[in-house]
């Protein structure tokens, strides 16, 4: 099973999930050539582009390396890459859209609370799709595969492509490929737009679905990093094409003990820099195309 490395992402040929990586060192941090106001809010965390319409964005997730995961799945954030319309953040100054298309990884109890027809078996955690549309009154597609085998550290490639003319959205799931095997759980999934301009996209840790916000953690715990977000990259719907840099506003999204954003209220889960791991996405490396999630 690939295993991806920390602090530095250290692969080997053989078990890049993304083909024709370059050397870059995961030490380079980036920052956006237009950068926005940090986002807070109490249950999110991440990275934001906006400011332009996007067809288009993939991005490496991985799982928690964390062995107490399978005891204490509830407390574990979902981690997803999104197109939206408006920000799907209920932070303060944003104003929520009424459309979004999700894929990312969740743990099993969170999915099967939240889905009675999930089964995961023996499996802690499942790649899910969800698209919601407000005037459908909530979510109208949801879809999942258990990740069977998946260890923490192991890297899931997701993408989410939406034909703007076709009015169609494209999914696809890549799990890690055991040595001499085929990648267990992978997919693809396509359902209906429903006529969506996407003007926001997203890299987030979400605890909505699970313990809401996160917990809060004596101050003796020292901070920890959750999962990472590697070689991603986003297209707009008039074929720029980037990372979390590009022709539009880049913003983070913290979540805080109070929905502001530091100094007011105090860092729950926050991502790190922007830095350049290096991976080939979407045919091209791209800089500024990776980050950390952390927690205290």
Known sequence: MRRFTYPLIAT?????????????????????????????NIH?????????????????????????????????PAEYIELSTGTALQGIGQNPGDQYARAGIETCAVAENANGNVNCGNATWVSFVEVFNNSLNGPFTFHYAPLDGVSGGDGVQFSIYDNVQGNELSFTIT??????????GGSTYKTQSYGAIFDHA??????????????????????????????????????AKG??????????VIATSNGDVPPAGTERVWPTGLYSDGYKSNGAVRSADAFDIWAR
């Open 44 to 76: 999110a965390a991440g990275e934001q582009v906006s400011n332009r319409d996007f067809r288009f964005i993939a991005s490496t997730l991985t799982v928690p390396d964390d062995s107490f995961a399978q005891y204490y799945q509830d407390i574990y």
């Open 243 to 252: 990372s979390f840099t590009g022709p539009w506003t880049t913003s983070q």
């Open 12 to 40: 080997t040929a053989a078990a890049l999930m993304i083909a024709g990586a370059s050397a870059a060192s995961a030490s380079t941090v980036n920052t956006p050539s237009t950068t926005g106001a940090p986002i807070g």
């Open 202 to 239: 997203s890299a987030l840790d979400d605890f909505t679905n699970g313990s809401n916000t996160p917990v809060a953690l004596p101050p003796i715990v020292s901070a920890f990093k959750l999962n990472s977000f590697l070689g991603t990259a986003i297209t707009t719907n008039s074929g």
């Open 175 to 184: 799990p890690p490929t055991p040595a001499g095997g085929q990648p267990v």
